[in-house]
């Protein structure tokens, strides 16, 4: 399973341009409201052993009073119950958020670390909230000219506030290639490329990934990173699937692809170590988050996560 996608919203992306139209859905009766702190989500925990949370969105009535400009607010969509927004209280005072806490019985939390312990619907709505909120908070003074910028469409544009500018800011996405390179050369029992970031928590193993440069086609991004972080050659360069990223704006494009060379030569900065793994081998790691000297698998909600568990699908086939 891939997380974050398949998000089950009408965005009126033509509607939310009118913002007489957009302030008729923040007052309509079934109108709800997802709240976020600095990037973490109202979330409550349904039982004691942290198992098993859910996203908290309120009726507009409740957090109304949180509102004081239309800024803090981003226009997500219409499901079959009515709109959905979402509301950004990093600037409120602790008085605030306490008495928002208290009346909701529930807690910030970083979707991240919950992502596959809610509905995986709401693990993308709270995604896309997260996104759209963090955009508009890093987007408030105009790239050109350095005035300030105001909100509009819902949230999904925001134009520069001086007059002889006007310069309208969309939020963007960057592409960022993650690959999965496989050792095919002994056909009995082939490998695959994990290595292990120096920002990784504990003793985590992945897959490579990184940013797509300028003029540069995804494969060349595959081949280009591959070499740069392990010093690996890589050939048959074949798309997987994509995951949304709004962490905080990317797009994770997947592949698989075939090693040509296979000494492994790490930077020892960005990369620490790298090793090639057989399926044997990484049926032993652990779980993300367990701890302990184990090399460990990638985090269940990555694409990183995906890649890995595919290849041991199609390696076991063969
Ligand atoms: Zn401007």
Known sequence: MIYYRELNLDRASEPRKNALWVEQQWTRQHCRVFVLHSDKSLMRWRDDDLTSAEAIHLPQSHVSHLVEEIEQLVFMGLDEHGPLFALDVSHHSDEHLQSLLGASDGDFIDLRDVAWQIDAQQAAQLAYARGLLFWNRHHRFCGLCGSTTHSEYGGHMRRCGNSSCGRMHFPRTDPAVIMLVEDCSDPARPRCLLA????????????????????????????????????????????????????PSSIMLGFRARAVTLDIVVDGVEIEEAHWFDAEQLRSFGEWGDGGDNYSLPRPDSIARYLVESWLQDVQKN
């Open 196 to 247: 292990r970031n120096s920002r990784f928590p504990n003793r985590m193993m992945s897959t490579l990934a990184g940013f797509v440069d300028p003029l540069e086609s995804l494969e060349e991004t595959v081949e280009r990173e591959v070499f740069e972080e392990c010093g690996i050659r890589v050939d048959r360069i074949q798309y997987q699937a994509s995951q949304p990223w709004p962490f």
